[in-house]
Every structure is written in structure tokens, then in C-alpha cells.
């Protein structure tokens, strides 16, 4: 039973991670760039849920509700502030290092204002406990939570992207910015809005991420942040399907290697895992091989 | 003619620029001006000046970045001092042990860089950036799990803790897991630290004016150019990463062998710490050597000075990096600069190559 117990928790995590990298993703195939600030929405999103239901008193809904609203806002204004004026930059390293400052400019601005101490986080999941095969399987509400959240967001996307007019905008730009502006489609707009999807969906996934592992520092998102990034990698950059699978392979991965290996080792493992797809496969599972051309 | 005569008197200034900075702060300590925190900050910053270098050589001249200097320095550091501490009876001269400790330590990190670098460099940015940051941390949580002791019998290894390592009586710890190598010999001081720093350079900066140093920054500049005229990319690149990994290795070195105790924490090792080195890189100039070793000493004994800012440091550094990126590389500053300014050479370079 406890196999099966620690298949559960994998997925579980494994739907976290796969919703922070369809952020990941969608930013990389329409923008190009890693957005490395990503993992640190996550954060901020859960402190804002926090702050929300512990400081103003309003219920769970509202307070995600909320998160996600401060989220998007907050991802446009980076992408705003930050990436807009470095898109057209002569080296591919600018953006990406003042992807990391961004990262790191939220990590400090929340450690300054919500401090270093770990705050508890209540979950804000309603769901009782699953108890399956004679009280030997216990799932949890957080786990039923965030495997549907994680089904209706891929459902979800997968349709906006196929069938919205939005999301041909996106798959256009994504597939040739220059060719899409010509077209008369809006590349600012476009690109602003697959930030604010990402950062969107970021909220969720922090709320659900401190909704399982009830503890919130500045540092939360980070690692998180990390490991979806290998996740997305795993899966196959650029690709939606690819996240999802990416995702919940690496949950699975890092469960089981922390239930039959080493606890200590996990984040080694997952690592690990991602040098290895890069050696043996670097466009990931669903991932096209693009060749550059001259 | 003239443009070598350039090019040495550029490197002359720097290197004449530490020496006068070491012999300024060697005058500060003799007259007694420098507090004993300031001492104390002397030896790190060698590390540092060394980790910014070697950081410059791969951010500014190949071109790719690298979040796992940290993790080379960690390299470096944990198999010099496992090294010094095992051969303290072995070899009674410091100097001679401290020597083949610094050997040891900057191949050690240079063949860890050889070992990420072959697989990863031959894909792009990013993933350079991630995988070398992933390794960072395993090399992170590797030294935080092993432990080695040594007794009569030879050497024992384990990953869970001490009492596993199934030791003689009288065997020795070297290697305690989370509480990492006790009493490493202290035996880096300010004038070795500058020494290696003048090496460190001599080696960066005769690679950058050499005949491979032109054909790694035709690769930085465009790769397929670069290949299409016969320059074998994967070897340069590889050879570039992996100096720059071994120079890590040696600020390692330093590093060890000033503490009493060496650990692998988040704060020495971890992310921070690379960030910390790439802020560094990115203020001094990405690309400039002498503007990296300005920043690296400015960046740390100015928090120093300023006590009452420490809270804000970090932040402070986000906000650096943040805007100096903008300011440099956002083509909208760049074509403002150059109408109010023509002496940013560099730069102008870098928009020709846009065109």
C-alpha cells in the first residue's frame, strides 16, 4: 500500500510542478527567455492568500481570487519593466541575468516585508480525506485538489490555445514574431498576456503548493521554481502537453527518491535527472528538434 | 604594432592596479588603520576577485552563463582541504602542501567542468545556466551526506553518518557530513591570495589576447560563423569552461583554507553565492576584467563600511543588477547613450553586431 500511497504524493507534487512549468513553457515558446522570476510569483502568491485570510479576514475564495489577480499584475509589470526593454538586446545573456535579478529583487522585497521567520500556511482546501482499501490508503484532500486543478488548467489552456483567437495570436508569434506583426497581430500584447496567464496559473500553484506543505519562507518558490523548470525541460520546452507529463514524471521521480533512496538526496536525483534528458534526448520527451539556420 | 602595444599596456594597468591596491591595504594593516574585520574580509576577498575573474571569462568571453560557480568553488574547496587535512603529518611544509592542495583542488573543479560542460555545451544559453545551477546544488547536497574517516585500516566512506563508517577505535573523521572538514590548516593568507590573483589574471588574460581566446569570442559573437570557418566549437568552448571552472576551484582553495570549518551551506556554496559572483561580472562590466575586480572589492567591503545597510544588501544588489542590465543592454538606452556620448566603445561594438 505504501507503493501505491507514494505513486499518490508523487502525482500530487508532480501536478504542482506541472502547473508552475506550463507557465514556464508558454513564456519560453513565445518569448524565448527563462523567465527565472517565475518561481518566485509562486511565493508571492501564497503570501498574498496568507496575508489576505490572516490580516483582512476574507475567505479562502476571495483570498485566491486575489492572489491570482495580484499575480498577473505583478507578471505584466515585470515583463513591462524588466524584459520589454531587453527583447531586442544583442545578447541572449541580458534578459536572462535580469530574469535572475527580478527573482532575486522578490525574494528580498518579501523578505523584508514579511521577514525571514516560516509562516504557517492553513490549508485552504475544503475536500475531506479520501480513506480507500479499509483505512490502509488515506488521500488527502490537498492531493484530489490539486490533481483536478491541474486536469481542468490542462483542459483549459490546451482549448484557449486551439481554439481562441488569443491563442492563435500566441502559437503565431511564438512560431514567427516578425511574420505574426505582419499579420496584424498585437507581439506586445500577445506576449504580455502569456505573462499574465503564467503568473496566473503561478498564483494557483502556490496556493496549492503551501495548501500540501504548510510552509512559507521567501525561499518557497525557488526550488519549486527550479525543478518545474527541469520539469518543462524533461517534457519538452515549448510544449503544453509536455509540461503535464514532464511535470508528474518528476514528482513521481522525486517521491520515490525520497522514499527508497535518500531523503537527503531528492533535489541530487532530480537534477540528475535532468542532466541525463539533456544528454540522451535534449528536446525532451515531446519536444521538436528545431535546427538553426543561418 | 600599436593595438599590441594597447593591449599590453591594458593589462599592465590592471595587474599594476592589484599590486598598488595590496601594497595599499598591506600599508593599512602595518599601521594598524584596518579594523580586525576588515583583516578578516581580506583572504574571502582574494576568493572572490578570483571567482569574479573566472566568472567574467565565462559570462563576457564565451558567452554562456554559469549559476554553478559556486559549486566549482565548493569542488575545490572540499577536496583541497580533505587533501591538506589528510596529508598534515604526511607533509610538515605548508608552503609545498598548500601548493599541491591548490594543484589538487583547481584539477578537481576542472574536470567537473570538463564533465558538465561536454554534454551541455553543445545546447544553448539557458540550458547551460540551469544545468550548471543544478549542479551547484548536488554538489551542494552530496558533501552535505558523506563522510569519511580514516584509521589504520584505510579509508571508510559512508553516506548515513559516522557510526556506519564501522572505524577502528582510534580512526579519525575527516569528512562529517553536515558538519562538514574541522581543522583544515589556515594556511591562506593576504599576499598568497594576491599572488594567485596575479596568476589568475596572467592565465585570463593571455588565453583572452591568444589565438584561442579570438576564436572562443567568435564563437560568443556568432557560432555558426565561427564553424563555418573551421573553428571546432565544442573544443573551445569546453576549454574555456573548463579554465574558468578550475580558476573557481583555486578561489576554493583560498577559501578552505581560511576557515576552521568547512561547510556546504546555502550562504557559502549555494545559489546565493553564484548570484552574488555573476552581480559582480555584471557591475564591473560583463567582459572587462578590471571592471570585475573593482566590483568584487568594492561590492564587499562597501556593505562593511556601511553596517546600518546590511538588512537592505541583497536587495540592493537585485536592484544593481537589474538596472545595469537595462542601462547596458536595452537597445533603447544604448541608442540614447550614443547620442549623448561617444566613449563607450564596448558598447557600440555590440550594437555593430546587432546591425
Known amino acids: 500500500m505504501s507503493f501505491i500511497s507514494y505513486l499518490v504524493n508523487g502525482i500530487s507534487l508532480g501536478s504542482v510542478y506541472a502547473i508552475i512549468a506550463l507557465g514556464y513553457t508558454m513564456v519560453y515558446g513565445i518569448a524565448k527567455m527563462l523567465n527565472f522570476a517565475h518561481g518566485d510569483v509562486i511565493m508571492i502568491g501564497a503570501y498574498v492568500v496568507l496575508t489576505a485570510m490572516a490580516s483582512a479576514g476574507v475567505s479562502p475564495v476571495v483570498a485566491v481570487l486575489l492572489?491570482?489577480?495580484?499575480?498577473?499584475?505583478?507578471?505584466?509589470?515585470?515583463?513591462?519593466?524588466?524584459?520589454k526593454p531587453l527583447r531586442n538586446a544583442a545578447s541572449p545573456l541580458a534578459v536572462l541575468i535580469t530574469a535572475i535579478g527580478v527573482s532575486y529583487l522578490l525574494q528580498n522585497v518579501a523578505?523584508?516585508?514579511?521577514?525571514?521567520?516560516?509562516?504557517?500556511?492553513?490549508?485552504?482546501?475544503?475536500?475531506?480525506?479520501?480513506?480507500?482499501?479499509?483505512?490502509?490508503?488515506?488521500?488527502?484532500?490537498?492531493?484530489?485538489?490539486?490533481?483536478?486543478?491541474?486536469?481542468?488548467?490542462?483542459?483549459?489552456?490546451?482549448?484557449?490555445?486551439?481554439?481562441?483567437?488569443?491563442?492563435?495570436?500566441m502559437r503565431a508569434v511564438s512560431e514567427d514574431k516578425g511574420a505574426a506583426q505582419l499579420?496584424?497581430?498585437?507581439?506586445?500584447?500577445?506576449?504580455?498576456?502569456?505573462?499574465?496567464?503564467?503568473?496566473?496559473?503561478?498564483?494557483?500553484?502556490?496556493?496549492?503548493?503551501?495548501?500540501?506543505?504548510?510552509?512559507?519562507?521567501?525561499?518557497?518558490?525557488?526550488?519549486?521554481?527550479?525543478?518545474?523548470?527541469?520539469?518543462?525541460?524533461?517534457?519538452?520546452?515549448?510544449?503544453?502537453?509536455?509540461?503535464?507529463?514532464?511535470?508528474?514524471?518528476?514528482?513521481?521521480?522525486?517521491?520515490?527518491?525520497?522514499?527508497?533512496?535518500?531523503?537527503?538526496?531528492?533535489?541530487?536525483?532530480?537534477?540528475?535527472?535532468?542532466?541525463?534528458?539533456?544528454?540522451?534526448?535534449?528536446?525532451?520527451?515531446?519536444?521538436?528538434?528545431?535546427?538553426?539556420?543561418? | 604594432m600599436k593595438k599590441m602595444n594597447k593591449i599590453t599596456k591594458s593589462n599592465l594597468i590592471t595587474?599594476?592596479?592589484?599590486?598598488?591596491?595590496?601594497?595599499?591595504?598591506?600599508?593599512?594593516?602595518?599601521?594598524?588603520?584596518?579594523?580586525?574585520?576588515?583583516?578578516?574580509?581580506?583572504?574571502?576577498?582574494?576568493?572572490?576577485?578570483?571567482?569574479?575573474?573566472?566568472?567574467?571569462?565565462?559570462?563576457?568571453?564565451?558567452?554562456?552563463?554559469?549559476?554553478?560557480?559556486?559549486?566549482?568553488?565548493?569542488?575545490g574547496a572540499f577536496i583541497s582541504a580533505f587533501f591538506s587535512k589528510c596529508m598534515m603529518d604526511v607533509i610538515p611544509m605548508a608552503g609545498l602542501r598548500y601548493f599541491l592542495a591548490l594543484v589538487i583542488g583547481a584539477a578537481a573543479a576542472g574536470v567537473c567542468g570538463i564533465l558538465i560542460g561536454i554534454p551541455v555545451l553543445r545546447l544553448k544559453g539557458d540550458y547551460l545556466a540551469i544545468v550548471t545551477l543544478a549542479f551547484g546544488e548536488i554538489i551542494k547536497n552530496i558533501m552535505n551526506i558523506l563522510f569519511i574517516g580514516k584509521d589504520a585500516n584505510g579509508f571508510h566512506f559512508s553516506t548515513k553518518d559516522v557510526m556506519s563508517l564501522g572505524m577502528e577505535p582510534e580512526g579519525k573523521v575527516i569528512i562529517n557530513g553536515p558538519q562538514g572538514i574541522t581543522g583544515t590548516p589556515k594556511d591562506s593568507t593576504f599576499t598568497i591570495g594576491v599572488i594567485l590573483i596575479l596568476l589568475t589574471l596572467f592565465i585570463v588574460l593571455n588565453l583572452i589576447h591568444s589565438r584561442s581566446g579570438r576564436a572562443i569570442m567568435s564563437i560568443r559573437d556568432n557560432r555558426i560563423a565561427a564553424e563555418s570557418i573551421g573553428i571546432n566549437v565544442t573544443k573551445y568552448k569546453l576549454m574555456a569552461f573548463s579554465i574558468s571552472a578550475a580558476l573557481a576551484g583555486v578561489a576554493g582553495v583560498i577559501y578552505a583554507h581560511n576557515l576552521a570549518t568547512l561547510t556546504a551551506q546555502p550562504k557559502n556554496f549555494g545559489y546565493n553565492m553564484s548570484i552574488m559572483i555573476l552581480v559582480f561580472v555584471v557591475l564591473g562590466g560583463i567582459g572587462n576584467i578590471r571592471g570585475s575586480i573593482i566590483a568584487a572589492i568594492v561590492l564587499t567591503l562597501l556593505p562593511e563600511l556601511l553596517r546600518g545597510l546590511s538588512d537592505y544588501r541583497m536587495l540592493i544588489y537585485a536592484v544593481v543588477l537589474i538596472a545595469m542590465m537595462l542601462f547596458n543592454w536595452s537597445p533603447k538606452a544604448i541608442e540614447w547613450r550614443e547620442k549623448y556620448a561617444e566613449k563607450f566603445k564596448f558598447r557600440k561594438k555590440a550594437k555593430a553586431e546587432e546591425v
Open chain 1, 67 to 83: 492572489a491570482v489577480v495580484f499575480c498577473t499584475v505583478l507578471g505584466m509589470l515585470i515583463e513591462r519593466v524588466a524584459y
Open chain 1, 111 to 169: 523578505l523584508l516585508v514579511f521577514g525571514a521567520n516560516t509562516k504557517s500556511f492553513t490549508s485552504v482546501v475544503p475536500i475531506p480525506p479520501l480513506v480507500l482499501a479499509g483505512g490502509n490508503l488515506t488521500i488527502s484532500g490537498e492531493t484530489i485538489m490539486t490533481i483536478g486543478a491541474c486536469i481542468v488548467i490542462m483542459v483549459g489552456l490546451t482549448l484557449f490555445i486551439q481554439k481562441s483567437k488569443a491563442g492563435q495570436a
Open chain 2, 15 to 75: 595587474y599594476v592596479m592589484v599590486i598598488v591596491i595590496y601594497i595599499a591595504a598591506q600599508a593599512m594593516v602595518m599601521t594598524g588603520n584596518m579594523s580586525s574585520l576588515m583583516q578578516g574580509l581580506l583572504v574571502p576577498l582574494c576568493a572572490y576577485v578570483i571567482l569574479a575573474v573566472s566568472l567574467n571569462l565565462t559570462v563576457g568571453i564565451l558567452g554562456e552563463l554559469s549559476l554553478g560557480h559556486a559549486g566549482f568553488m565548493c569542488v
Open chain 1, 183 to 294: 499579420m496584424g497581430i498585437n507581439v506586445n500584447g500577445t506576449i504580455a498576456l502569456t505573462f499574465a496567464i503564467g503568473s496566473a496559473l503561478a498564483a494557483i500553484a502556490g496556493v496549492l503548493l503551501c495548501s500540501a506543505y504548510p510552509t512559507l519562507t521567501p525561499y518557497t518558490g525557488a526550488m519549486p521554481g527550479i525543478k518545474a523548470f527541469v520539469a518543462a525541460v524533461f517534457g519538452g520546452i515549448g510544449s503544453i502537453p509536455g509540461a503535464m507529463i514532464g511535470g508528474i514524471l518528476l514528482g513521481v521521480i522525486e517521491i520515490f527518491g525520497k522514499a527508497y533512496i535518500s531523503s537527503q538526496m531528492a533535489d541530487a536525483i532530480v537534477f540528475g535527472v535532468l542532466i541525463v534528458v539533456l544528454l540522451v534526448k535534449p528536446a525532451g520527451i515531446l519536444g521538436k528538434n528545431i535546427q538553426e539556420k543561418v
